[in-house]
């Protein structure tokens, strides 16, 4: 069966060189970033349905980006509670100061979400994990480009955080393993290609050695841009990804943490095996 939709597709332009001529229209440096690895960038071809959706899913991605860099995140469970620890929110916001029963009454989800990332409310009023980092950001990213209407509409009455970042999560195959020796070795492997990564995808960074407690097999981290690279050694270099506890760290620093993750704090002098695997959330127009 044909349908008649029509789609927009991006290609690279040829003979243009988007570092060197720039996108001087784009008003911001993490606009052009997402423009130049959807159009600029080996392999890669941008399909969407409307010149629209191009413009939504960029604000999106800039939202989650901008927040993230003047975020105050919230503050890391400690480990020795357990494999949850202590999750927290904020009581002035949130129903009985719990995240998965949603804002309280009167307040808005964007007041709510927005509460979450206060540099000064952030780290005192709010302890979470990094799943539900990266899950409120993206959430509050969503909420500012729908507008509180339409993203009540779409989150369909649901309040737990978890189960509204499912309604649109969209895992990517693209992955592959990645040793990275403790000594500072080489990256190497098949990992997510560079060119994949988008300012404001979701990473997994996942620690394949420990097999037996989430609480360190994995750090759930967002691409927040700044990376203009397109070789793997450069990208791992450059690129800065967010996560709790961590903060803003490059790849490198990234993987060099939960590299070093370990159980009941047991030497481990071994190359430690971790997986970038890259999700995403379907763009909110979707």
């Given amino acids: 069966m044909f349908r008649d939709d029509p789609a927009w ?34 392999n890669t071809v941008a399909i969407f349905r ?30 020795a509670l357990g494999l949850a620890g202590i999750q927290k929110a904020n009581p002035a916001y949130w129903f009985n100061g719990e995240l998965d029963k949603g804002p309280k009454a009167g307040v808005s989800w964007y007041a709510a979400l927005s509460d979450v990332f206060h540099p000064a409310n952030g780290p005192a009023l709010y302890t979470m994990g990094c799943i539900n980092t990266a899950r409120c950001l993206h959430l509050l990213a969503a909420n500012a480009t729908l507008g509180e209407m339409e993203f009540n509409i779409r989150r369909g009455g649901e309040a737990d955080p978890e189960k509204i970042t499912k309604m649109h999560m969209n895992r990517n195959a693209a992955g592959g393993e990645v040793t990275f020796p403790k000594n500072g070795g080489q990256f190497v492997g098949n990992a997510t290609a560079v060119h994949d990564w988008l300012p404001g995808d979701w990473a997994e960074f996942d620690n394949v050695d420990i097999v037996d407690d989430p609480t360190f097999s994995v750090e759930n981290a967002i691409y927040i841009g700044g990376c203009f690279e397109q070789s793997a050694s450069n990208f791992k270099s450059n690129a800065q990804f967010i996560g709790t506890p961590m903060g803003i760290v490059s790849m490198a620093d990234m993987i060099r943490q939960v590299s070093i993750f370990l159980l009941n704090g047991a030497p481990n002098t071994s190359d430690v095996k971790i997986l970038p695997t890259r999700k995403m959330l379907r763009q909110p127009s979707l």
């Avoid at 899913?57 to 860099?69: E, K, L, M, N, S």
């Fill in 50 to 79: 409307t010149a629209d959706e191009l413009i939504k899913d960029i604000a999106y991605r800039v939202q989650i980006c901008q927040t993230a860099r003047s975020a105050g995140l919230p503050s890391f469970p400690d480990p």
């Fill in 9 to 42: 597709i991006y290609t690279p332009k040829s003979g243009y060189d988007y570092k060197r001529d720039g996108l001087s229209d784009v008003p911001t440096m993490i606009e052009r970033e997402i423009l130049w690895r959807y159009v600029g960038t080996a």
